[in-house]
Every structure is written in structure tokens, then in C-alpha cells.
């Protein structure tokens, strides 16, 4: 059993890979359901929205909710442009979408463990109360 694992590992790992032709430009969607541009807007109006909430709030859950909403706009672009690309992509836009959401995930656990020390530290989640390094 585990000769016959090692043959297809083995087989798998030094095979050949045969290179995937680049589709034409004829044979991609010519009239899809929805235009690329109304992903676009989202992911401006998602950008935006993430990045005035950054820069005007002054709670740091309020500014990792906006980083998020940075962080999926490009996520919307990645898949976005991969879907519309179609064979062409030289990324698969949806592992990269995948990579940034699993990014996003651990930016969020380490960032809130990080306002949980300075909220058990400062009593506060003002960015602008933990000055200890000022003095």
C-alpha cells in the first residue's frame, strides 16, 4: 500500500507538465451577465468606504473593520479580473482571493489580540491613548 502512495507520489512530482495554450481573445465572453465595471465600482465604493473609515474613526475596532473592507476590494479585483481574463490570467484570481482572505483572517486575530493588550493596558481603544513610548 504505501509502495504503490510512493509510485503516484513520485510519478505526480516528476511527469511531465504539459503548458496550457493562452486562449484567444475571440473566445472569451463577449457579452457576460455582468460587466466587468460593476465590479470595478463595487471594489472603488468598498476601497472608499474602508479607507474613510481608517482615516476618520478613532477606535481601533472601527479602523480593522476598515482595513478589511481595503482588503476585500482587492480580493473583488483579484477574481474579478481572473474571471474576465479566463485562461489568460497568469494568476488564477481566485487563489488569490483565497491568499488575501486567509490574510485578512490572521491580520484580524493578531490585530484584535493586539487592541485586547492595549484595552487590558490603557482602558481605552483610542489609537491615539497608548503613548507610552512618547515618554
Do not use: C
Request: net charge negative; proline share 5%; charged share 15%.
Amino acid at each position: 500500500m504505501i509502495a504503490s502512495m510512493t509510485r503516484v507520489i513520485v510519478s505526480a512530482l516528476f511527469e511531465p507538465i504539459e503548458l496550457v495554450q493562452a486562449t484567444p481573445a475571440a473566445s472569451l465572453p463577449q457579452n457576460p451577465a455582468v460587466p466587468l465595471h460593476w465590479f470595478l465600482v463595487i471594489s472603488i465604493i468598498l476601497f472608499f468606504f474602508g479607507l474613510v473609515i481608517v482615516l476618520t474613526r478613532r477606535n481601533l475596532i472601527y479602523v480593522l473593520m476598515g482595513v478589511e473592507l481595503i482588503l476585500n476590494a482587492a480580493s473583488l479585483n483579484f477574481v474579478a479580473f481572473s474571471a474576465f481574463r479566463g485562461k489568460e490570467a497568469l494568476i488564477d484570481g481566485t487563489i488569490m482571493g483565497t491568499f488575501i482572505i486567509v490574510l485578512a483572517a490572521a491580520e484580524a486575530a493578531i490585530a484584535l489580540a493586539i487592541v485586547l493588550r492595549v484595552f487590558d493596558e490603557f482602558r481605552s481603544v483610542r489609537p491615539e491613548d497608548p503613548d507610552l513610548l512618547r515618554e
